[in-house]
């Protein structure tokens, strides 16, 4: 009875609504189906097979479970079983999640180039004004002098936009900057 294709997924999704459940997608992606018996886990992992899917079993306690792991395959599983709103509801989370991340991911890469940026500059006032403690800025080359003065006037400003206001390139500023460091 399992020859079709269309009752090869009528016996999926049969399975599912019987012993089938799916995580909340705001955590980790994860579908299982239990089955009291090893060969009925079996069958469903060769039925997911035949849909190009790659699902595992494992058993606990004296239960067969049958899982898949990661949402394209969880979505693909759902369209198969013709679960078409719960598979709209599940990718509407997944997105949502998704975009979430990236902008978490791209907050935190602003955030931690700004903090490099403030150390960094920090570091640079520091040091120009201990030069200029030190042997004063007068017996500075002129070059290495105006590179500290636009420091000293733009502490804020990142690499790029110092290399932007001083018209040299970033290297050449970087350069200028570490030999006052030094």
Do not use: W
């Amino acid at each position: 009875f399992l020859q079709e294709s269309c009752c090869r997924r009528a016996y999926l999704r049969g399975a599912f609504l019987a012993a089938g459940a799916v995580s909340n997608p705001e955590g980790a992606y994860h579908l299982e189906i239990g089955s009291l018996e090893r060969g009925q886990a079996a069958l469903l992992q060769r039925l997911t097979e035949d849909f190009g899917l790659s699902a595992k079993t494992v058993r606990r306690k004296d239960i067969e479970i049958l899982y898949l792991k990661g949402a394209e395959q969880i979505s693909d599983f759902l369209n198969i079983v013709g679960s078409h709103r719960s598979l709209l509801e599940f990718e509407s989370i997944r997105v949502t999640k998704e975009v979430r991340n990236n902008v978490n991911r791209r907050r935190n890469c602003d955030t931690a180039n700004i903090n490099k940026t403030v150390t960094a500059s920090m570091r640079q006032v520091a040091d120009i004004e201990y030069v200029f403690a030190q042997i004063g800025a007068e017996t500075l080359p002129r070059q290495l002098r105006e590179t500290a003065e636009l420091r000293l006037e733009y502490p804020e400003e990142s690499l790029a936009g110092l290399a932007a206001l001083s018209g040299l390139g970033r290297s050449a500023l970087n350069h200028r900057l570490r030999r006052l460091c030094r």
